[in-house]
């Protein structure tokens, strides 16, 4: 059974960084393209970030691109988004997905899900 579990969320200020993780078991990690999403209350889900499986592509939302940065430690089963130059409007519940098949800003298309991990960035 595939597992991911997202951690690293928290409280910060504006302008602070942080790294999240989204650890997985259960699967060949790298066989996996993963995608990072988040949800801000009373909004829809929207896309942050993807990376390949083998970790050679990468693609970003353009309210993020040039502040966080998508990784992947296939050793480790491991996925990560770093996270630089938060801004109030980055408050979310950040989730991470992965797919075998699919490479996709679209959410509905990966097959499994992280429960997700609350990151606010207070001003």
């Known amino acids: 059974q595939v597992q991911l579990v997202e951690s690293g969320g928290g409280l910060v200020k504006v302008g602070d960084s942080l790294r999240l993780s989204c650890a997985t078991s259960?699967?060949?990690?790298?066989?996996?393209?993963m995608a990072w999403f988040r949800q801000a209350p009373g909004k829809e889900r929207e896309f942050v970030a993807r990376?390949?499986?083998?970790?050679?592509?990468?693609a970003y939302a353009d309210s993020v691109k040039g502040r966080f940065t998508v990784s992947r430690d296939n050793d480790r089963h491991t996925g990560y988004l770093q996270m630089n130059s938060l801004k109030p409007e980055d408050t979310a519940v950040y989730f991470c997905?992965?797919?075998?098949?699919?490479?996709?800003?679209?959410?509905?298309?990966?097959?499994?899900w992280g429960q997700g991990t609350q990151v606010t960035v207070s001003s």
């Open positions: 997905a992965a797919s075998p098949f699919y490479y996709s800003e679209q959410g509905a298309v990966y097959e499994y």
């Open positions: 259960g699967h060949t990690f790298s066989n996996f393209h």
């Open positions: 990376i390949s499986s083998g970790g050679t592509s990468t």
